[in-house]
T-cell receptor
Framework: QKEVEQNSGPLSVPEGAIASLNCTYS??????FFWYRQYSGKSPELIMF????GDKEDGRFTAQLNKASQYVSLLIRDSQPSDSATYLC???????FGPGTRLSVLP | DGGITQSPKYLFRKEGQNVTLSCEQN?????MYWYRQDPGQGLRLIYY???????QKGDIAEGYSVSREKKESFPLTVTSAQKNPTAFYLC?????????????????FGEGSWLTVV
C-alpha cells in the first residue's frame, strides 16, 4: 500500500511567523507532488506542485522536495489568519493523498 | 466558466434508499474521480475513470457504483449496501490519470456534496 503521511496537527503559529508543514511518502517511484489547501466545509484547492529536488517558490509559499529522504514540505511565510486551514499533500502518478495537517494562525 | 459542477450540494438519504450524486466537468479532462471525506479525515478514493465507458475501483468502492457514458459526466450512486454513507463527497478531474513529471497534470475538485442519512 503506497502511503503519504502527515502530522494531523493542529499546528499553531502566530501571525507573521513561518509555518512549516511536512509530508513523507512511501513510493520511491513518485515523481510529482502537490499541496492543497482545504478550508472547513469546502473542497481542496491547489496551492502548488513540485517535481524536482530543491525549492519552488510562489509568493508566500515555498515547496521543498527531497527525494532521497522521501520528504516534501510546504513553508508559508508571513502567515495570516486567513491561512488557517487543513493542508493536504498528494504524491505520485495516482494522486495519493495524505490525511492533512490542520494549521491555525493566531492573530 | 470552466470547472467541475457537483449537485446537489446537500442530500438526505433514508435507510435502504439509493441516491445519486451528479458530477459534470467542462474542462475536457479524460480522468475523473470520486473521493469520500469523513469529518476531520483525509480523502479516500472510491472510484476513478480514465476514459469513457471504463472505470476502476478505488480503496473503498463497496456500496458505491459509477458510470462513465460521457466524457463530461461521472455520476456516483450510493447504494443501500453502503451502511455508513454520511460524509462529504468530492468529485475531481485531471487531464489524464497519471500525474507524471513535467506533464502539468494536476487534479481539480468540485465544490463537494454533503450526504446525510436520516
Amino acid at each position: 500500500q503506497k502511503e503519504v503521511e502527515q502530522n494531523s496537527g493542529p499546528l499553531s503559529v502566530p501571525e507573521g511567523a513561518i509555518a512549516s508543514l511536512n509530508c513523507t511518502y512511501s513510493d520511491r517511484g513518485s515523481q510529482s507532488f502537490f499541496w492543497y489547501r482545504q478550508y472547513s466545509g469546502k473542497s481542496p484547492e491547489l496551492i502548488m506542485f513540485i517535481y524536482s529536488n530543491g525549492d519552488k517558490e510562489d509568493g508566500r509559499f515555498t515547496a521543498q522536495l527531497n527525494k532521497a529522504s522521501q520528504y516534501v514540505s510546504l513553508l508559508i511565510r508571513d502567515s495570516q489568519p486567513s491561512d488557517s486551514a487543513t493542508y493536504l499533500c498528494a504524491a505520485g502518478q495516482n494522486f495519493v493523498f495524505g490525511p492533512g495537517t490542520r494549521l491555525s494562525v493566531l492573530p | 466558466d470552466g470547472g467541475i459542477t457537483q449537485s446537489p450540494k446537500y442530500l438526505f438519504r433514508k435507510e435502504g434508499q439509493n441516491v445519486t450524486l451528479s458530477c459534470e466537468q467542462n474542462l475536457n479532462h479524460d480522468a475523473m474521480y470520486w473521493y469520500r471525506q469523513d469529518p476531520g479525515q483525509g480523502l479516500r478514493l472510491i472510484y476513478y475513470s480514465q476514459i469513457v465507458n471504463d472505470f476502476q475501483k478505488g480503496d473503498i468502492a463497496e456500496g458505491y457504483s459509477v458510470s462513465r457514458e460521457k466524457k463530461e459526466s461521472f455520476p456516483l450512486t450510493v447504494t443501500s449496501a453502503q451502511k455508513n454513507p454520511t460524509a462529504f463527497y468530492l468529485c475531481a478531474s485531471s487531464i489524464f490519470r497519471s500525474g507524471g513529471r513535467g506533464t502539468g497534470n494536476t487534479i481539480y475538485f468540485g465544490e463537494g456534496s454533503w450526504l446525510t442519512v436520516v
